[in-house]
């Protein structure tokens, strides 16, 4: 198989989560060709200056637009992949500009230029579509072969078309894998789980900060062993930025040291902080601001320990920490069983689309 193979809508490897949402759609995207994966990222430097164990090229999207003509004039029809975790979302004028121009302007050159060619959508949230580019962005999508979506809202913003199918999260989908396959660490009872509690904030937007700053002031302030924790650096979404200001002088530290050190629990408002926690053996309450985040602990069977950052109060919180800290086994007993019953469809409905004439 030596498909070219496109992988769209990279954002920046600053934050860990975006990096790994990029690093699992490659896994899965170089499983149907033997050549590197094209990545489309919008700032491709930040993933140049990486780590990476798949093999992969990093483009901005000048040189993607470049690389799609010579494509068509090389006569070679690519495979097309959407990262997962994507948000094509139209809320606003701005937003909706934004989007346009960044994302759904690779999806629109795209298929112009191959329309004939594969594209499949990882799992991601997609919606709403108001005004007219997010018209026109959900027409594209519905063009495409097949759209994986991770939250229910997502499935009804789309929903008379056929294309559209529910699955996990990439990253949930990689907790339940390595649980399958036994290459999975996880706090156990008679581990020493300890009284640390690991805060991974980040600033929101005004319309949805509502109290959310006094809020989490008060958790954080009131919580014992309280740590600071950082999930994402750079590109106006800097957690010690947000520290720095909120709270002066506190000590801050990586994510991955507070893991390694085995210290305790993890609170996070950015999803993916607390799904790596969770792929790293360290349990998570999540603080949730938008509808990815309820989806994703539902589907891991741990929707009690999510909460909306709208309506929580610190003390469930506290008590949902506690509760993990004296029965870490019943945490874990929830997510096992989920992993269970999962069933992994989204490779074989990729064979069946690219092998389809």
Partial sequence: MRHKIFLLHAYAAGNSGDRLLVECSIEIAKQFSTEPVTVVCIDKYSFLHQNHNLPARYISIPQFFLELLKTRMAGVSPIFFGVGGGYLRFTS?????????????????????????????????VGPFTGVLGKITKLLLKRIDILFVRDEKSLKEITSSSNVVRCPDLVVRKIFTSIASHDYRRTKASD?????????????????????????????????????????????????????????GKPIIERQDFERNGSGVIVSVRLHGSLEAILAGVPSVHLAYERKGLSAFSDLGIGQFAFHVRDFDPPSVQRACETIRLTPNAYWSKIEDKAKTFTDNIPPLITKIIEAK
């Fill in 93 to 125: 004028v701005k937003e909706g500009i934004k989007t346009f121009l960044a994302h759904s302007s690779q999806l629109l050159l795209s298929l112009a230029i191959h329309p004939t060619s594969k594209f499949i959508y990882l799992p991601q949230s």
């Fill in 192 to 248: 020493s789980l300890g009284s640390d509690v690991g805060f991974i904030f980040r600033d929101l937007p005004a319309s949805k900060s509502y109290s959310y700053r006094a809020k989490i002031s008060t958790l954080f302030d009131t919580t014992p062993n309280a740590k600071l924790l950082i999930q994402s650096k750079g590109r106006g979404n800097n957690d010690e930025a947000l520290y720095c200001e909120m709270f002066p």
